[in-house]
């Protein structure tokens, strides 16, 4: 058996998330169903995270085995060749039998694109969250960093969350403007149900001035979730890809991210 793994991208309007369901169409699914086509022969893949309906990915990574014999480059054009126009496979790679999607990430990337002006977007509709009021991108950064590091993040945690802890590592966030657009990006080890929503609808609340930058603080202290903001909305949130030791030899999604991209400069 060889293994491979794929960077993933999509656009997730149209899907109940990525993990396969019963009764709804999901990004999975449509990998799989393509994957068995080329391999004329069932396949299953392990990604590195789930996203949630809505939510797009820059370079979800996923593996799979199998028996047949491809080029990188033919399970990429064969597979893209069964998919819909809104899922795309970006790269095949062979790995080694120890390689696994989710266990042997280092950090997850995530990005959340807001759109901040006074009129909708026909261009970014479904793909960037449009705030009408005035945000302040430098007290939001400021606000943010308090997030570093190792700690109990339940107050930024969904109800049905079924982790059974809640102390997750972030090792970087940061807001930025660019003209219009506002961009957070967290990085970190993994990742609760809804907890970067959570976070950026907090974020928020200290942009539009409804609450002081000391006040993220405060909400982490209390490890309780009525005391955060509102959950933002998914579309505007993208899984940018996982990181990996470098010996399994995954290429870095970071070396084809064009200068400018996502943040609407």
């Not at 064969?78 to 120890?98: C, F, H, M, Q, Y």
Request: aromatic residues 8%.
């Amino acid at each position: 058996m060889t293994k491979f793994a794929l960077a993933i991208e999509y656009d997730g309007t149209a899907y109940s998330g990525w993990q396969r369901q019963h009764h709804s169409r999901t990004v999975q699914e449509e990998v799989e169903k393509a994957l068995s086509a080329v391999a004329d022969e069932e396949i299953v893949i392990t990604a590195s995270g789930r996203t949630d309906a809505g939510v797009h990915a820059y370079a979800q990574c996923a593996h799979f085995e199998t028996d047949r014999q491809r080029e990188n480059k033919a399970w990429v054009l064969g597979v893209n060749a069964k998919l819909p126009a809104t899922i795309s496979i970006r790269s095949a790679t062979r790995v080694t039998d120890d390689f696994h999607a989710r266990h042997s990430t280092v950090e997850r990337s995530y990005r959340y694109l807001i759109l901040n002006r006074t009129s909708r977007s026909a261009l970014m509709h479904k793909r960037a969250a449009v705030i009408y009021q005035p945000l302040n991108a430098c007290l939001m950064h400021q606000a943010a960093q308090c997030l570093v590091g190792e700690h109990d993040f339940t107050s930024f945690r969904a109800a049905s969350c079924q982790a059974k802890h809640a102390v997750r590592a972030i090792s970087a966030v940061t807001v930025q403007r660019s003209n219009q657009h506002l961009q957070v990006e967290v990085i970190g080890n993994a990742f609760l149900h809804n907890m970067i929503r959570i976070i950026v609808g907090s974020l928020l609340r200290v942009g539009g001035g409804q609450a002081p930058v000391s006040w993220l603080e405060e909400v982490l202290v209390a490890r309780d979730r009525t005391q955060a903001g509102m959950t933002a909305v998914p579309h505007g949130l993208y899984f940018m890809g996982p990181d990996y030791p470098p010996e399994f030899g995954v290429p870095d999604w970071r070396a084809s991210l064009p200068d400018g991209a996502f943040t609407g400069s």
